[in-house]
């Protein structure tokens, strides 16, 4: 994938099922879709990781899908699950939003308020991913949220102003460009931008794993993905589905 491959094309909807079921579909009936970025003022199954919902009121936020064809090896999807989060994490910046943390595996924290989250999927050819949709859910402008396990806030909570979702998209989508890039020729070392930005690194958190709540510390990420935590003194690695965030 070189930079001719970020020649962006739009696909805006008022409404659909989510950008991610839209953009596989995409894949699945037409051969030149790279580059492709769907966007929908409303999602009516807006998908989250592991089958959750992501709540969004219309026209509020961004959501968002990028069909990219990586060209990684298989066991780089969990780097370029990273690599996004790292995106978003630098872009937050960008607009100068403070106290952002990324949250294992690609939820982005501000102030440990959720204000955005990732999906991506992948379909793998051989021994390659050859494409990738990258599903983002973005917090822009609403401002008020259900309830769930982590409170959630939004770009127009922390910088107490409207943003402009379409040159808020055009934004993230630049730095996306750049870090992919750089990341593909070596100059970016994903692991170890991620790991500065951790929620909870080397941090006393409550967590519950199948044997029920503990106080753990995260020591870092596996190549693949599973999260490593000192649970009572041992070294314990964790799927996102075996390990539940308490604070």
């Given at each position: 994938?070189?930079?001719?491959d970020f020649n962006f094309?739009?696909t805006?909807?008022?409404?659909?099922?989510?950008?991610n079921?839209y953009?596989?579909?995409?894949l699945?009936?037409?051969?030149d879709v790279?580059g492709?970025?769907i966007v929908?003022?409303?999602?009516?199954?807006g998908?989250?990781?592991h089958?959750?919902?992501w709540e969004?009121?219309?026209?509020?936020?961004l959501?968002f899908s990028?069909?990219i064809s990586p060209?990684?090896?298989?066991?780089?999807?969990?780097?370029?699950?990273?690599?996004?989060?790292?995106?978003l994490r630098?872009?937050?910046?960008s607009?100068?939003?403070t106290e952002?943390q990324?949250?294992?595996?690609?939820d982005?924290l501000v102030?440990?308020?959720?204000?955005?989250?990732?999906?991506i999927?992948n379909?793998i050819?051989?021994q390659?991913?050859?494409?990738?949709?990258?599903?983002i859910?973005?917090?822009?402008n609403?401002?008020?949220?259900?309830m769930?396990?982590?409170?959630?806030?939004?770009?127009?909570?922390?910088?107490?102003?409207?943003v402009d979702?379409d040159l808020?998209?055009?934004?993230?989508l630049?730095?996306?460009?750049?870090?992919f890039?750089k990341?593909k020729?070596?100059?970016l070392?994903?692991?170890?931008?991620?790991?500065?930005y951790?929620?909870?690194?080397g941090?006393?958190?409550?967590?519950?794993d199948?044997?029920g709540?503990f106080?753990?510390?995260i020591?870092?990420?596996?190549?693949?993905?599973?999260?490593?935590?000192?649970?009572n003194?041992?070294?314990?690695?964790?799927?996102?589905?075996q390990?539940?965030?308490?604070?």
């Amino acid at each position: 994938m070189d930079s001719s491959d970020f020649n962006f094309k739009f696909t805006r909807l008022s409404s659909l099922q989510s950008t991610n079921i839209y953009a596989l579909e995409l894949l699945r009936h037409k051969k030149d879709v790279t580059g492709t970025v769907i966007v929908s003022d409303f999602q009516t199954k807006g998908k989250g990781q592991h089958g959750k919902i992501w709540e969004s009121k219309k026209g509020k936020n961004l959501q968002f899908s990028i069909i990219i064809s990586p060209k990684l090896a298989v066991e780089k999807q969990f780097e370029l699950s990273q690599l996004v989060a790292i995106c978003l994490r630098q872009w937050l910046d960008s607009m100068s939003v403070t106290e952002v943390q990324i949250k294992w595996p690609n939820d982005i924290l501000v102030n440990g308020k959720k204000i955005a989250g990732v999906l991506i999927e992948n379909s793998i050819q051989g021994q390659e991913i050859s494409h990738s949709v990258i599903g983002i859910g973005l917090n822009v402008n609403q401002v008020g949220f259900s309830m769930f396990s982590r409170l959630a806030t939004s770009l127009k909570n922390e910088l107490n102003e409207h943003v402009d979702r379409d040159l808020a998209l055009t934004s993230f989508l630049k730095i996306f460009k750049l870090k992919f890039l750089k990341y593909k020729s070596g100059q970016l070392d994903v692991g170890q931008n991620y790991l500065t930005y951790l929620f909870g690194l080397g941090t006393p958190q409550r967590y519950a794993d199948d044997q029920g709540e503990f106080l753990g510390v995260i020591l870092g990420v596996q190549p693949n993905g599973k999260l490593q935590v000192n649970k009572n003194g041992k070294l314990k690695s964790y799927d996102i589905k075996q390990l539940q965030f308490l604070d």
